[in-house]
């Protein structure tokens, strides 16, 4: 059985970092992508970054040269560092993995999700 919990999320101040993090239980984690999603209230999910198995990462221009998405294989979770934050990051984020081990930036080629966990940043 797979689950993913994600943890890390709170209340900032725009321009402040959290770290989000990830713990993922079940069977071979190191050889499946993973990824981290939002949703903000009244829009679609969408994909924020993501990393496939050998580390090769994808980000969201939104999210470029702020977030850096990591994967510690030995512990079985993945980070995503949030710096520079701002009112627009606000959303429930999720962790989730992929289907396969290269990485897909639509939410249907991933299969396990976590609950999420809550990022509000205010001005």
């Known amino acids: 059985q797979v689950q993913l919990v994600e943890s890390g999320g709170g209340l900032v101040q725009a321009g402040d970092s959290l770290r989000l993090s990830c713990a993922y239980s079940?069977?071979?984690?190191?050889?499946?992508?993973m990824g981290w999603f939002r949703q903000a209230p009244g829009k679609e999910r969408e994909l924020v970054a993501a990393i496939d198995w050998s580390g090769a990462t994808t980000y969201a221009d939104s999210v470029k040269g702020r977030f850096t998405i990591s994967r510690e294989n030995a512990k079985n979770t993945v980070y995503l560092q949030m710096n520079s934050l701002k009112r627009e990051d606000t959303a429930v984020y999720y962790c989730?993995?992929?289907?396969?081990?290269?990485?897909?930036?639509?939410?249907?080629?991933?299969?396990?999700w976590g609950q999420g966990t809550q990022v509000t940043v205010s001005s």
């Open positions: 989730a993995r992929g289907v396969v081990s290269t990485i897909a930036t639509s939410p249907n080629a991933y299969t396990y």
């Open positions: 079940g069977r071979s984690f190191s050889t499946y992508a």
